[in-house]
């Protein structure tokens, strides 16, 4: 595959999965064995993982709306540096929803495999995203 033709699967990810509520396409895009490593109390070690951690946050910010803000692909990775906006009307985190507004940023390194997405690096400001939410309380 060319670096183009991953950025187009990692686009319909985004676009088409994320944004437009398609989970559906986890089956198509994504390897069986997708392992997301990240530094959450979640682990993501398959497809079928990666159903409900997604059905998560849609569930926690039903508005939840993500940005390319850079799309880079080089061999078999992909790199999409986004801004994930939305309100939080859903519990989250044992915390019941609140209406607050949401607006983190976040990079997640993509490694494709045959034309799906076999792992993913993602590195998120959780303690931004923890403390718009209420959480954690915002610094002075």
């Known amino acids: 595959m060319s670096a183009e033709q991953n950025k187009s699967i990692v ?3 985004v676009e088409e999965g994320w944004n437009k509520r398609n989970t559906a396409l986890i089956d198509q895009l994504f390897t069986p064995n997708f392992y997301q490593h990240e530094t959450g109390p979640e ?14 946050y849609l569930s926690a910010f039903p508005d939840l709306q993500f940005t390319i803000e850079d799309l880079v692909a080089e061999g078999d990775k992909v790199v999409w540096r986004f801004k994930a906006s939305g309100h939080q009307n ?7 929803a609140s209406g607050k507004a949401i ?23 959780v303690l ?3 403390q718009q939410v209420g959480i954690i309380p915002a610094m002075a």
Request: glycine letters at 10%.
């Open 11 to 13: 686009r319909r990810w």
């Open 43 to 56: 682990t993501v070690n398959s497809s079928e993982a990666l159903k409900p951690f997604v059905a998560g």
């Open 90 to 96: 859903g519990p989250f985190m044992g915390l019941p």
């Open 103 to 125: 607006s983190v940023t976040g990079t997640i390194t993509f490694r494709l495999e045959n034309s799906r997405m076999a792992e993913a690096w993602l590195n998120l400001d």
């Open 128 to 130: 931004g995203l923890l």
